[in-house]
T-cell receptor
């Protein structure tokens, strides 16, 4: 079974600085998708960024970007110019292509210090 | 623009009681999911549905049942609640399955005493 590992239970960053959250996954498949979801204190999870494994180019959404290292099975999230509103739990998730299901990591709690 | 709506948002049950959690989505999505979130465990899939009238087991289905009689609704039932089912429950939906964006409800915090 595929597994997703987030090795940092908690991280902190100063406002306006950059932080990187780590995620590794285990799969023998070549067709898959990776996601980062944000869960703010309001609890409702929202998609931050999505990466298709067959694409070489790293996905970017405004201040959020990923470093996708397919051979190393690594999918880290970089948040630039951190803002107080970025404080949340961040979950890395994996989907095997053609599967209906997502596999989530255990999450990283990000604190943004003013 | 409601998206995914869960009711109720909070509930306290006594051991052995039953209840149903309702999830409704207005995006015409085929796929719907129920997850539970426990501290330090991330989200674990309970049951899911790939369309009206279909259901399937996820990672932790024991003690739960589901129904999808209408495309927009996905019900999660607890027939005889146990303290181990104390958790936050999330419903999600997506258009074409796990490879596309999942839209989540705000969660239901359930406590079983």
């Amino acid at each position: 079974a595929q597994t997703v590992t987030q090795s940092q239970p908690e991280m902190s960053v100063q406002e306006a600085e950059t932080v990187t959250l780590s995620c590794t996954y285990d799969t023998s498949e070549s067709d898959y998708y990776l996601f980062w979801y944000k869960q703010p204190p309001s609890r409702q999870m929202i998609l931050v960024i999505r990466q298709e494994a067959y694409k070489q180019q790293n996905a970017t959404e405004n201040r959020f970007s990923v470093n996708f290292q397919k051979a190393a099975k690594s999918f880290s999230l970089k948040i630039s110019d951190s803002q107080l509103g970025d404080a949340a739990m961040y979950f890395c998730a994996y989907n095997e292509g053609g599967s209906e299901k997502l596999v989530f990591g255990k999450g990283t709690k990000l604190t943004v210090n003013p | 623009n409601a998206g995914v709506t869960q009711t109720p948002k909070f509930r306290v049950l006594k051991t052995g009681q039953s209840m149903t959690l309702l999830c409704a989505q207005d995006m015409n999505h085929e796929y719907m999911y129920w997850y539970r979130q426990d501290p330090g465990m991330g989200l674990r899939l309970i049951h899911y549905s790939v369309g009206e009238g279909t259901t399937a087991k996820g990672e932790v289905p024991d003690g739960y049942n589901v129904s999808r009689l209408k495309k927009q609704n996905f019900l999660l039932g607890l027939e005889s609640a146990a303290p181990s089912q104390t958790s936050v429950y999330f419903c999600a939906s997506s258009y074409t399955g796990g490879s596309t964006e999942a839209f989540f409800g705000q969660g239901t915090r359930l406590t079983v005493v």
